[in-house]
């Protein structure tokens, strides 16, 4: 039987380490040249504006700027924040300044269900730029013709069912015959609300403390992809 497979990427595909000791301070040191450049173009105007008026005020770039560092601290999940951060990304993953980490056991099992006919997507908080500049720019080389769709929190927040529901409706498939794997247990919760399959991907190198029964809340726990069957 075909299954389509939703990821996520951060702490499921890749490692959290890459992401925040890698990729966050690349675009915290980069912001001020990127919105100094670039902060005329509209598609970069946009969301710069988009922050200026959450943050309540008008404000210049310098200030946007502070935000915006201070959002990357916190590792706020917000859809301008991650635009902007995958535009910096990209010019980064271009120089080879980086590649994208995978763990090898994913890669290995993406491409067997690739080979093996399931339908492979991605649902993950980074934008859907930095989602194709991540697989097309990994450790493995360019990972990109493996998947069919990329989706990112413009298709609303990771916690909520209707997310899920929404993305199933855009793959044209029944909830019930797409797994998600992710590694934080509230996605798994709002998938599963949505009628689909589940697994929670416990990284020891990310959770060195493997999440115990009560708290993977009902959904099958794997601390690999070698142990995913789809
Ligand atoms: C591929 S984008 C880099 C990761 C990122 O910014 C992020 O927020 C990832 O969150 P995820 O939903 O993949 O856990
Ligand atoms: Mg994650």
Redesign the pocket.
Known sequence: MTTTILT???????S?SF?REV??PYARRELPRFVRERGHEPDVRRWLDQVATEHGAMCDDAVIVEVLQGWIDE?R?HTAL?AL??MI?ADGYRRADFT?HVYPDAVAALRRWHADGHRLA??????VP??R???GHSDAGDMLPLFEAFFD?EVGG?REAASYARIASELGADPGAILFL???VA?LDAAREAGMRTVLVDRLEDYPQPRSAAECNGHARVDSFDAIDP
């Not at 996520?8 to 890749?14: L, R, V």
């Not at 991605?122 to 934008?127: D, K, L, R």
């Open positions: 996520d990427i951060e702490g499921t595909t890749g959290i992401v990729l966050f590792d999940k991650k951060q995958g990304w994208a991605v649902y993950s908080s980074g934008s930095a989602q500049m991540f697989f929190t990771k992710s590694d934080v996605e």
